[in-house]
């Protein structure tokens, strides 16, 4: 087949050669731009929307807060004094004090760390264990692929809540008296056992509609290998659509993770997050609001940030949508 780009050399009249040896047409100005492939052309789409630099101005804000929280907040987010229980906002603490005299303004902030670390991890062990299943299950085909699917349909039948609430209760229930990394950890695992065959069937759906492209069929012709295929063809060629609903699924992870919080059966203390803060506030609301309103308006934040950079993302690698 021949390639459209490359033209036959033959010399016309007002077609001069260049220097590299490629004839150049009178009168037509010469482009030095290099040919971008679809993650160039995304970028080049993405910088020239509004919403794309707000919302990452917006992560990169609370990724700071999750990686140094000292450096927005000098206050103690785990310790407090009684005699400033429901304290009104001040210089000290601009948010405020909760029941037990601790800075409220210190633990919206120190609680960016807990959530976006557990929704970042549980993100990455999704994708990864859905998208090995999607290739395995797309790429193989036949029996493979049926018994991986009906497994994945179980999981994808249980309720999500009801899923988390029983794993949760069962290994990090009231009395365990689990560390804090084990909290996060079971947190953590908990969301990639309920989410990972969503990620799972549209892995597959995309082997299965690039397994038989014309540079895949060559490369199995030339006797390139299973994992050389994968790896350099397939999985290249499939992430976009992993990449779009990973950037979204941190903003559903961090709602999830403050909803599991906020139930009881999510993070517990010592760890501090944004869903323990709206449940401890929730029986003051009126007599001080703030202790709810200003964790709930970071987590608000956080997740329409992310869902709005999966959005741009989205729109930036869909040509249907540009």
């Known amino acids: 087949m021949s390639d459209p780009s490359t033209a036959s050399i033959v010399s016309t009249p007002g077609a001069q050669p260049t220097d590299s040896g490629t004839p150049a047409t009178a009168g037509q100005p010469q482009s030095n731009e290099k040919p971008r492939g679809l993650l160039g052309d995304a970028w080049r789409d993405l910088r020239r929307k509004p919403l794309f630099w707000i919302a990452s101005t917006l992560i990169v804000i609370f990724v700071l807060m999750a990686l140094f929280p000292a450096l927005f907040a000098p206050g103690d987010p785990v310790n407090g004094s009684l005699s400033r229980s429901l304290g009104k906002a001040s210089g000290d ?20 760390s807990a959530s976006i670390q557990v929704a970042v991890l549980a993100v990455l062990g999704t994708l990864l264990v859905g998208g090995t299943m999607g290739i395995i299950s797309g790429y193989r085909g036949g029996w493979v692929d049926g018994l991986l699917s009906r497994i994945a349909d179980v999981f994808f039948g249980l309720p999500f809540v009801l899923g988390a609430i029983v794993i949760l209760t069962t290994f ?19 969301l990639i056992v309920l989410s990972w065959p969503v990620v799972m069937r549209l892995m597959r759906s995309s082997v299965l509609a690039t397994k038989e492209a014309d540079y ?39 709602g999830a993770e403050a909803t599991l919080s906020f139930l009881g059966v999510g993070l517990k203390s010592p760890v501090v997050s944004w869903g323990i803060m709206i449940s401890d506030g929730k029986d003051f609301l009126r007599v001080a609001p703030g202790l709810v309103f200003f964790p709930a308006a970071f987590l608000v934040t956080a997740v329409l940030s992310f869902v709005m950079l999966g959005e741009a993302v989205r729109e930036a690698l869909d040509p249907k949508l540009r």
């Open 172 to 190: 990090n229930g009231s009395g365990s008296g689990n560390s804090k990394v084990k909290i996060m950890s079971l947190v953590t695992i908990s």
């Open 216 to 254: 895949i069929v060559a490369a199995r012709a030339l006797g390139a290998g299973t994992g050389r295929i994968i790896l350099k063809h397939l999985l290249p060629n499939c992430l976009a659509p992993l990449l779009v609903y990973g950037t979204i699924m941190v903003g559903s992870f961090i």
């Open 93 to 112: 603490a601009w948010f405020g004090y909760d029941l037990q005299g601790r800075d409220v303004y210190a633990r919206v902030i120190y609680g960016a």
